[in-house]
Every structure is written in structure tokens, then in C-alpha cells.
């Protein structure tokens, strides 16, 4: 296959572009993948880590409000469709696949003028604007919950690392607490909130530290780089600038606390995690959107990002981490949601488009 996959931008869009990326080289080992990308984005840095080539086009980021790029709009896609036309036509691509974000409209637009398939997947809730127009051109829309509002959305979940997807939380665990300086048999608290920390659930674990430690429990907190030396270790607590192995912190943990993005979500419900969900208050709300599956079933709890406070987390986490039936509860619940599988699902739907 030769596949053009748009997935730039945040790494809510590249790491399942990435995913699918391995996907497609495991069922084809001479496929011809390409990413698409602006060099605004992380895939500047995260596609040549991994190996794969990285097409870059002007970046056409999308308003959410009337203002004057707004009217810049159409110059500003028009540049970028005809530029991702030429990449499409120089690497003869079979199928776009593409991930949402200001990089899979020109992708949709520009396959629709050279003539090729699209395959469309909305990692959110709420679809965005670019995979709302992209799923009007396909019948191949995959999507990562049930009840996605798109026109023919099958369920297919989200291509994770396969770290993640494979990974065995409980066969791992003395190897990942061992990793992170944690004690072997104490339970844990893993807190997090994205590659730059997140500030209410930074300053809700450090003011509720002490009744947890009291409580005989262990916490590991990435705390974002900027935030790295406003903390500091002690026994019990683990702070880290950054995880990189996040497969090892699932593992380590009984419990998280956490934002509700698509990627969290999904991975959480794959390894069966409990969560407490903190959604990001910003945005559509899709964050809310993206936990209440998993909350719903069992798998979790949420509270708004203002109802947070140092006193509240404190109390929650005790009462959660002291009863191992109701995680083991919530745990199994959450991963009913998971899916495990959804980068080769995604890679037969990108077959079934091409006529493979």
C-alpha cells in the first residue's frame, strides 16, 4: 500500500497516526506510509523518531470564532490543498488517512481533487470541523466511542502505542514500581496531566500529599518540565518532569488522576486503570465527553476542573486506594471499554478503501 496518513499537530493526533503507521508496516512490510505534518506541530520531532517520512505543508489552523484569519481563510487552504495535491501525486498514494486537526482538511480536499479515497478518524466525543467536512466524502469514518455524531462512523477505538495495548498491568508491576523508585507492595497514586503538567491537578496532589502518605499510600506525579523544580521528592512521593514510559507507569499504579483527553481515555480503558478524570475546562468541552463512557460503566470518576481542591482529592484517593474490591470493580469496568485492537482494525478499513 502507499498511504498518506494526516495526523499532525498535538499528539492527540499524531501518536494514532503513528499507531496506525506500525499497523500498516506489520500487515504490509513494504508499505509506503508518509505522515503530513506543518512544522508547527510535534510530528517534527515525533515522526523521525520513529522512522517514517514526514511531508510538510502550510499550516491551516482553524478559527473558532469570527476574526480576521478568518477571512484569510480560503488563500490559506487553497495553498495548503494544492501543496498536499503535489505530495499525493510525487508518492502515487493509494488512500488519505486522516486524524482531525488543521492538517486533515487540505489532506480530505486534496484527495477529493486527485481522485483517491479517504478513511476518516475522530479520536473525540465531539468531531471537529476538518473530520465533520471529511466524513461527507467517505463512507469509511471510524471512530473512537459509539454514538459519535458522524455519518457511517463504525467503532473501532484508538490506535495506541503497542506498548500500551499490549501491555499486562499486573505481570509488570514489580518490574514498573521497581523503575520508579517506587515500594513494591504499597499502593499507588499516579497523577498526570500531559507532557507540560497541568496546573489544578499539580496543585491539588502537592497541598493533599500528607494525608495520603499518612494513609500508608505512594504517588507518582508528572509534574511537566516548567514545573519540575517547584517540587521535590520525599519518601512516599516520586515526582518526574516527564514520564517516557508510560506503559510502566499504568502499571505501577492502582489509581489515576488525570485529565480526560482521548489518548488518556482510551489508554486507561485499555489497560483497565481506574481514573479520577479532571477534564480540561477550555475548548468544546469534548475532554467531559471523551470520560463519561468510562465514567458511566464504573471505570471512573470526574470532577470539574474548579472542584478540585487539595481537600477533595485527598479524601477521594484514600477512600479509593484503601478499598481494593471497588478498584478491582472499577478497573474491570473500564477495560470493557477497551480496545486493544483498534490500529488493525483501522488498517482493514484503510484495505476495504483501497479495494485490498
Known amino acids: 500500500m502507499r498511504v498518506v496518513l494526516a495526523g499532525g499537530g498535538t499528539a492527540g493526533h ?9 499497523a500498516i508496516r506489520r500487515a504490509d512490510p513494504s508499505a509506503q506510509v508518509v505522515l503530513l505534518g506543518t512544522e508547527r506541530g510535534l510530528e517534527v520531532r515525533l515522526v523521525p523518531e520513529r522512522g517514517y517520512e514526514l511531508a510538510l505543508i502550510p499550516p491551516v489552523p482553524l478559527p473558532r470564532r469570527p476574526s480576521p484569519d478568518l477571512l484569510r481563510l480560503p488563500l490559506r487552504v487553497r495553498a495548503a490543498v494544492r ?10 498514494a493509494e488512500v488519505v488517512v486522516g486524524f482531525g486537526g488543521y492538517v486533515a482538511l487540505p489532506a480530505y480536499l486534496a484527495a477529493r481533487r486527485v481522485g483517491i479515497p479517504i478513511v476518516v478518524h475522530e479520536a473525540n466525543a465531539k468531531p471537529g470541523l476538518a473530520n465533520r467536512i471529511g466524513a461527507r466524502f467517505t463512507s469509511h469514518v471510524a471512530v473512537a466511542t459509539p454514538g459519535i455524531d458522524l455519518p457511517h462512523a463504525q467503532h473501532v477505538g484508538i490506535p495506541l502505542r503497542r506498548a500500551i495495548a499490549l501491555l499486562d498491568r499486573a505481570a509488570a508491576r514489580a518490574e514498573a514500581r521497581a523503575f520508579f523508585g517506587l515500594e513494591p507492595e504499597r499502593p499507588t497514586l499516579f497523577a498526570f496531566g500531559g507532557s507540560l503538567g497541568a496546573r489544578r491537578i499539580n496543585e491539588a496532589v502537592t497541598a493533599g500529599l500528607d494525608p495520603m502518605l499518612e494513609a500508608g499510600f505512594q504517588l507518582l506525579h ?8 517547584a517540587v521535590k521528592p520525599r519518601p512516599g512521593y516520586v515526582p518526574l518532569p516527564y514520564v517516557d514510559r508510560m506503559d510502566l507507569a499504568y502499571a505501577a499504579a492502582d489509581l489515576a488522576v488525570c485529565r480526560a483527553g482521548a489518548i488518556t481515555c482510551a489508554e486507561l480503558a485499555a489497560v483497565g486503570l481506574p481514573a479520577i478524570y479532571v477534564p480540561l475546562p477550555h475548548g468544546n468541552g469534548e475532554q467531559r465527553f471523551n470520560a463519561m463512557p468510562t465514567v458511566e460503566a464504573g471505570g471512573g470518576m470526574l470532577v470539574p476542573d474548579g472542584e478540585l481542591t487539595p481537600s477533595w482529592l485527598a479524601r477521594e484517593v484514600v477512600g479509593l486506594l484503601g478499598d481494593q474490591a471497588r478498584l478491582d470493580a472499577m478497573g474491570t469496568a473500564a477495560a470493557s471499554l477497551g480496545r486493544r485492537d483498534a490500529d488493525d482494525r483501522l488498517v482493514e478499513l484503510v484495505r476495504s478503501a483501497t479495494g485490498r
Open 14 to 22: 499524531v501518536e494514532p497516526a503513528l499507531a496506525t503507521a506500525e
Open 83 to 92: 501543496e498536499t495535491a503535489a505530495v499525493l501525486r510525487d508518492r502515487q
Open 222 to 229: 508528572a509534574v511537566g518540565g516548567a514545573n519540575a523544580d
